[in-house]
């Protein structure tokens, strides 16, 4: 549970201040209005936790006798679905080769880090490496500060400190 609530707490987002917003004209709701997108964001949390749930379990299943194999087939079918919306939405390319050396470096570690999850699936307890693996909003936001200066809340740290405390507990618990 201390996992859990770091990651809970972890993404919390201070409010902009009423003397910094931009409110729109009286009637209109705000762009972001929680009101009006928080049962949709909810939705599609859901919906990607479903996923993503799916996938790394399907994944492990695959993975018990080649896992090599089970990250080819996982990445030829992520790689046929983007195709597939590209030509259905037929979105403008232009931006693609001044992104390039990002969009390189994203699938790099998009697949060593499906490679080492499954692999370590393999080697050990699938709940303990689950929670390991969900550990990447925390990483994700050390990262985002490291590297691209975003700001940390004092709450924010809590949850990171929160979440690794956990994971270090349900660590211990399983060895």
Request: no cysteine; net charge positive; hydrophobic share 55%.
């Amino acid at each position: 549970m201390l996992a859990v609530a770091g990651v809970v707490v972890l993404s919390y987002e201070e409010d902009t201040p009423a003397e910094q917003r931009q409110d729109p004209p009286r009637g209109q709701a705000r762009a972001g209005d929680p009101a009006r997108a928080g049962k949709k964001v909810i939705a599609l949390a859901l919906i990607s936790a479903l996923g993503f749930g799916t996938f790394f379990t399907l994944l492990d299943a695959a993975a018990s006798d080649r896992p090599g194999w089970a990250i080819v087939a996982a990445r030829a079918g992520g790689s046929l679905m983007v195709l597939a919306a590209v030509a259905l939405a037929r979105p403008s390319l232009r931006a693609i080769p001044a992104a390039m050396p990002a969009l390189l470096a994203m699938a790099f570690f998009d697949v060593t880090a499906n490679s080492l999850f499954t692999v370590a699936s393999t080697m050990g307890l699938l709940p303990l490496v689950a929670v390991g693996g969900s550990m990447y909003p925390a990483f994700t936001i050390a990262l985002a500060h490291l590297t691209l200066g975003e700001r940390l809340h004092h709450l924010q740290r809590a949850g990171v400190a929160l979440a690794l405390a956990g994971v270090l507990l349900i660590s211990a618990g399983s060895a």
